[in-house]
């Protein structure tokens, strides 16, 4: 019993060991200078200038290493600078490697506050993971061929998202407010709201058009119609969500009802993160905030 015990332990060391080792980090030209590297968490957005590389988020601390070996397949010059789309670990988790190589990180101040906020709560004060530079609605950074444009979407994901885009290169980075054919997951604990959401989807339609590669914080890279599409979704079960909350239903009513969704499910909306159930709950719950 007890070898059965180790083997069984032993099994769950291997396959956990496996699933780290397993990350796979791969880095695709989206456009001049432009590039989508996808690994475990949020998807990055590079851009090769003449100062080194900028990046778009950054994944997890323990994939730093890893990808800093991948960029160099890119580019010889270090990573100098880095932005958060949002506070969330899986886009901020490399901040300290990062940093501590040398590059300076930017994000809306939000970001820096929830990242402070939660440091302090787990008692591991890490300077260097903070953003050096933040902004209130946005910020604007001039290279010698391209154009970045910083801005904030309000309580969207969640109080601290920013779009990115790069106006020569016409690419989108919409962090998490933006899950290509999925399910979004919408922190309503650290100021999300489903409005804010959808506002930004909306916002990111002005200023795009149907060339634009969009990098979404999670999913593949996708085109205007993708988040058409997306944006569509989220209004019509918003709608159908809100229509039942006038009626009077509860909370468990609107979990429950499939055919709330079921439009979307049939097109794989659910089978990401959020499964059908948590996105009505979601919704419901933000609504009647
Ligand atoms: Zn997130």
Redo the contacts with the bound molecule.
């Keep these: 019993m007890k070898q059965l015990f180790f083997l069984g332990t032993l099994f769950i060391h291997l396959l956990s060991f496996a699933q780290q080792k397993e990350v796979t980090i791969t880095i695709d030209p989206i456009a001049e200078n432009i590039y989508m590297l996808t690994g475990q968490g ?1 998807n990055i957005g590079i851009f090769k200038n003449e100062k080194g590389l900028f990046i778009i988020d950054d994944q997890f601390a323990r994939l730093s290493e890893k990808i800093l070996t991948n960029l160099k397949t890119i580019s010889d010059q270090p990573v100098t600078m880095v932005i958060n ?4 670990g ?2 901020t988790g490399g901040n300290e490697n990062m940093s501590n190589q040398g590059a300076t990180i930017f994000a809306q101040k939000n970001v820096r506050t929830r990242m402070q906020n939660r440091q302090r709560e787990k008692g591991n004060i890490s300077t260097a993971s903070l953003p050096v530079i933040t902004f209130d609605e946005g910020l604007q950074l001039y290279f010698d061929n391209e154009n970045i444009q910083a801005f904030h979407v309000h309580n969207a ?2 109080d601290g998202d920013a779009l990115i885009y790069f106006a020569t290169g016409n690419v989108l980075h919409m ?2 407010t933006f899950f290509n054919g999925r399910y979004p ?1 919408i ?1 309503l604990n650290s100021g999300g709201s489903i409005q804010g959401y959808i506002k930004a989807s909306e916002k990111a339609l002005l200023l795009i058009n149907k060339d634009t590669k969009i990098i979404p ?1 999670h999913g593949p890279l996708a085109t205007k119609k993708d988040l058409e599409i997306f944006l569509s979704m989220l209004k019509e079960i918003t709608s159908k969500i809100q229509k039942e909350i006038d009626a009077g239903k509860s909370e468990e009513e609107v979990t429950n009802n499939e055919s709330l969704t079921s439009s979307y499910d049939s097109k794989g909306f659910g089978s990401g993160f959020i499964n059908p159930e948590r996105m009505r709950k979601t919704i419901y719950l933000s609504l009647t905030k």
């Design positions: 949020g789309t949002h506070f969330h899986d886009h994901h969640t962090g998490d997951y922190d914080g």
